[in-house]
């Protein structure tokens, strides 16, 4: 028929297709105009990993603002986690030297979790291990990755696992924070961030 282009199939007469290929050529007519009334269905799609990273005010080769930055973003990371019904297994820490060089070191746990402070550990035990400490960083990210909800997981606790006392712990903290914001509670260990960090409240 000589239609080339969408172009020229948007401009070509509806009767025209419709005799050459009846519901067809109505369908071609007007998906070619970018018009489509079939219903819109939504499709949760699965959430595949959870991160967060942070662009420091200025680069720093001190171990306590790194240490407190990652601290924040393995909380904030958790956090999601929790609210979202969602456990993970894989944690990944991705730090930026002030050359920008990129370091992105993962590691899969035994178990899944979902606390800050396990996610915080592997984050922080990655990055001391990959990190040169004379190198400033302008970077710093945490994520966790290999996701299950937790309806769907069963975790195999010791006799002697904190996990229920981290677990009410984390709740507590979240609670809170989505009441009066994330930044109702700090961390003893995002203490040094106060005064050098321009995303740290002024006030505790």
Known sequence: ??????????????????????????????????????????????????????????????????KAHILRLSGEVGMRLRQAGYLGKTVTVKFRYDDFVTVTRSETMRDYIDSDRDILEKAWELFMGNWISWRKVRLVGVGVTNLIERKNCQRQLSLFDDTFKQAKVDHAVDVIKNKFGVNAIIKAGEMSLKGKDTAMPSDP
């Open 1 to 66: 028929m000589g239609i080339m282009t969408i172009g020229e199939l948007a401009k070509h007469p509806l009767s025209s297709l419709e005799r050459r290929f009846g519901v067809v050529g109505r369908a071609l007519h007007f998906a070619a105009l970018g018009m489509d009334d079939s219903p819109v269905q939504a499709v949760a799609l699965p959430i595949k990993s959870m991160s967060n990273e942070y662009t420091l005010p200025e680069d720093t080769n001190s171990p306590d603002i790194l």
